[in-house]
C-alpha cells in the first residue's frame, strides 16, 4: 500500500508534544509510542508488510483512539487495516481481546462479574503465565504481558457492575 503513511498531514500532529516526545512520537496522534520487537511485529502485520517490518525499532502506538498501531521513526506507519489481530486497546465492540495467549475477552470479564460477582481471570492468566504457557511476545500486538490491560478491564467491569447493581 503506497499510501500508507499519507495520514501524516502536520495539521493532525501536534508539532509541541511531537517535538517533546522526540522521535518516539506517533504521527497521527504525537503520543509517544512503546518499543516492539520485529518478532511480534511478524505475528501481526498483513503478509504485505513483513519486509518493512524487518527493520528494527517499531513502536507501537497506546491510544484508544489512533487507527495507528505501529510506526517507525522513519515515516513507516501500520494502520489498523494492515494489522491482522484485532487490537483490543483500540476496539470497542465485541469481542475486544484483552488477554491473547488465552483468548480471554473483555466481555467475558463482564459476564464473569456479572454471574459471580468476581472475576479470577487475572488469577487464571497469572497461573498459565507460572506455568510458562504464555507467549506474549508473538501473540500480543503489543508484545508484552497483558495483565495490565486485563486487570484495567477488570477493574472498569467491576465499576460498572457496582453502578449496576448499587444505583
Ligand atoms: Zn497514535
Known amino acids: 500500500m503506497s499510501d ?20 518516539n512520537a506517533c504521527p497521527k496522534c504525537g503520543q509517544p509510542g512503546k518499543s516492539v520487537e520485529s518478532k511480534t511485529l511478524k505475528q501481526m502485520v498483513q503478509p504485505r508488510h513483513l519486509e518493512v517490518v524487518n527493520k528494527p525499532g517499531f513502536l507501537f502506538c497506546r491510544s484508544a483512539n489512533c487507527e495507528v498501531v505501529y510506526f517507525h521513526p522513519d515515516g513507516n506507519c501500520l494502520r489498523k487495516p494492515d494489522v491482522r489481530v484485532r487490537v483490543g486497546l483500540k476496539e470497542t465492540e465485541d469481542p475486544v481481546p484483552i488477554c491473547y495467549c488465552f483468548g480471554f475477552t473483555e466481555a467475558m470479564t463482564v459476564e464473569e462479574i456479572q454471574a459471580t ?18 507467549a506474549c511476545e508473538i501473540r500480543n500486538p503489543q508484545g508484552s504481558c497483558c495483565l495490565g490491560n486485563v486487570n484495567a478491564a477488570v477493574k ?3 465499576k460498572g457492575a457496582a453502578a449496576h447493581c448499587f444505583p
Request: aromatic share 0%; charged share 20%; net charge positive.
Open 156 to 158: 472498569e467491569a467491576m
Open 4 to 23: 500508507c503513511c499519507s495520514i501524516k498531514s502536520p495539521a493532525e500532529t501536534t508539532l509541541a508534544e511531537t517535538a517533546k516526545a522526540g522521535t
Open 117 to 134: 460477582g468476581k472475576c479470577a481471570i487475572p488469577q487464571r492468566i497469572t497461573a498459565e503465565v507460572k506455568s510458562g504457557n504464555c
